[in-house]
């Protein structure tokens, strides 16, 4: 979706579709940057599966409990492997990849949008979404990098175009 297409999506608040050999219907997101915090409702994984929604990749939706990572839960390293994604070494990493990182805990239990450049896109509890430069600190968390088998360098114009029309309308 070109960001002239994403900033109308928003502000008539319906579907869109694109075509590139197969028709990708896109439900209506909010922008990725600005969000609220609200665990399991618009958290980290729900801008990285929002993210990869507006790349043309659909991820599932799933229940996860405040805290999940503190009950013996791992659901970011039990699930990616099945949802698509493999791992790759942080010196390839590309712009769309996920960085798995431990914030606060052991277990990875928070994800971030890799936006090349040293930038992330990310969701933290009590701020807004936002970008950050992969700094020091956010190096030191890292876990793991992953990639979709399905992404491709093109898919992350989608994810750049919806930056560019959140900055547009601030």
């Not at 659909?58 to 994604?85: C, H, I, K, S």
């Not at 190096?139 to 959140?166: K, M, Y």
Request: glycine share 8%.
């Amino acid at each position: 979706m070109s960001e002239a297409d994403r900033r109308l999506q928003i502000k008539v608040h319906c579907p869109g579709g694109w075509s590139a050999g197969e028709i990708h219907k896109f439900r209506c997101v909010p922008h990725l940057t600005g969000r609220r915090f609200e665990h399991g409702v618009t958290d980290c994984y729900t801008l990285f599966r929002d993210a990869y929604h507006l790349a043309g990749i659909d991820m599932p939706d799933f229940e996860r409990e405040d805290d999940w990572w503190r009950n013996g839960q791992n659901l970011y390293l039990d699930n990616m492997a099945v949802t698509g994604f493999y791992r790759v070494p942080l010196s390839s990493a590309q712009a769309g990849d996920i960085l798995l990182c431990c914030f606060g805990a052991s277990v990875a239990n928070h994800a971030a949008i890799y936006c090349g450049n040293g930038e992330l896109l990310h969701h933290l509890p009590e701020q807004l979404s936002k970008r950050e430069r992969y700094s020091e600190k956010w190096q030191r968390r890292t876990h793991s990098v992953w990639r979709h088998r399905h992404w491709h360098a093109s898919a992350f114009t989608g994810i750049c175009n919806d930056l560019a029309a959140a900055s547009a309308c601030t």
